[in-house]
């Protein structure tokens, strides 16, 4: 029976959101707590991208070095050969990307001006396709952006030429959230039939059903014989109306009526870390997490009304679907109300020692304490607010890690 596996995109879909963004050391972060969660891949982010490269590479050693030790780190680029080249001379050793292109008549026409037809954009991605293979290239998603608006009967051809020159998956991107449970499932089910290859559902919310569609999805692939990848973003954010939230899609999966029976996970995930990995994902993009979230959100488990507080008191399963402490929530936390020495980028070294002292972090000489003082300054200069503790924790423990992720060079 194939299986289902989560594939989260806040590194490269959440980012490219408007008016939102995450520094290098904050996308290291969502790396190491979706690596904790367990889940499959995550999509790091733009190795085409000059400013990204350093962080690429850190992230990179992160994996080498046994941090970042099952979690996939997968690049987005578009499918062109000159993306691929770009990617392998910023990004050398880079093992896991997904390659892009627009199959729509609408992008057709409305993109590429009718400059390209069908049959250039199969060639272009196997172009790009077999050069990614050439460079080295251990897996290959290859994206088909507006899926939802493209015929099936393309959709099969293209996805055929993708596995015929040896992509690993196909990702049907539902890019404006058209899709409804029903369509999605049909489609899938019959690009799993007729391609035979594993497929990523990547869905939108501009309709309010991502994480209804990425379940149907996901249900159509493996009634079709095929693994199912579901893209999530951290708390949904992502482009206009967001992506498929991956609590939500992880709680969907595992949690509603019947699924599980027959829909199973093919790496467990470890929802005891969502709490820690929302309440940053909210921090880090300063968007607050909202009340009625599923799982994280601050009414999740909260009652008041007289019938369901009497009814969760007897017995929680009466008005609870699931518990709170599945999700890492129950936890007491401190919120300091007096004095506050918090960290900066004009920071000071009796000030950090202080911080450091209560995170139990002591420095072998004073030497070493002013050079990660200075890392958490240029941190604090890039991220604009004060360090989180696990942040802090990080530079103290990985200073060289540290150093490159915050090093930017403009080209000259
Ligand atoms: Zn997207």
Redesign the pocket.
């Known amino acids: 029976m194939a299986k289902i596996y989560f594939l989260d995109?806040t590194n490269r879909?959440g980012v490219q959101t408007a008016n939102l963004g995450l520094s290098k050391l904050e996308k290291t972060m969502m790396n190491i707590y979706l690596n904790e969660m367990g889940v499959f891949q995550s999509e790091f982010g733009f190795p085409t991208s000059r400013h990204e490269s350093f962080y690429l590479q850190a992230n990179l050693e992160l994996a080498e070095m046994g941090v970042l030790q099952s979690i996939r780190l997968g690049g987005w680029i578009r499918a062109i050969v000159a993306d691929v080249e770009k990617t392998f001379r910023l990004v050398p050793n880079i093992k896991h990307l997904n390659i892009s292109i627009s199959t729509s008549a609408q992008m057709l026409q409305g993109k590429f001006k009718g400059t390209k037809s069908r049959e250039d954009i199969v060639s272009m991605m196997v172009d790009a396709l077999e050069a990614a293979r050439a460079h080295g290239a251990e897996s290959i998603g290859v994206n088909a952006e507006d899926a939802s608006r493209t015929e099936t009967d393309f959709l099969v051809k293209f996805g055929l030429a993708a596995k015929e020159h040896g992509a690993d998956r196909l990702r049907y991107?539902d890019?404006l959230g058209y899709d409804n449970a029903f369509t999605i499932y049909e489609s899938n089910k019959t690009l799993a039939e007729d391609v035979g290859i594993p497929i990523e559902l990547?869905c939108?919310g501009d309709l309010g059903m991502a994480v209804a569609n990425s379940v149907a999805g996901a249900k159509g692939a493996i009634d079709g014989g095929q693994d199912a990848y579901i893209?999530t973003t951290v708390n949904g954010i992502?482009?206009r109306a967001g992506?498929a939230d991956l609590v939500a899609s992880v709680l969907a999966v595992t949690k509603s009526k019947g699924f599980a029976d027959k829909y199973q996970l093919g790496k467990p995930i470890d929802l005891t870390k969502a709490w820690k990995l929302s309440k940053f994902a909210s921090y880090a993009f300063r968007v607050p997490i909202p009340i009625n979230q599923p799982g994280v959100g601050a009414n999740a488990f909260a009652h008041s009304s007289g019938i369901h507080a009497d009814g969760v008191l007897k017995d929680p399963e009466n008005y609870e679907l699931y518990s709170f402490d599945e999700l890492g929530r129950g936890e007491q936390e401190l919120v300091e109300t007096g004095r506050e020495i918090c960290s900066g980028e004009y920071s000071g070294i009796s000030g950090f020692s202080h911080i450091m002292g209560q995170l139990e972090v002591s420095f072998d000489d004073a030497r070493q304490a002013e050079e990660i003082l200075e890392l958490a300054r240029y941190a604090n200069v890039e991220a604009q607010k004060p360090l989180e503790e696990d942040e802090l924790l990080f530079i103290a423990k990985y200073p060289k890690i540290a150093k490159k992720l915050l090093t930017l060079v403009p080209p000259e």
């Open positions: 995109v879909d991107c890019t990547h939108h893209n992502g482009e992506n």
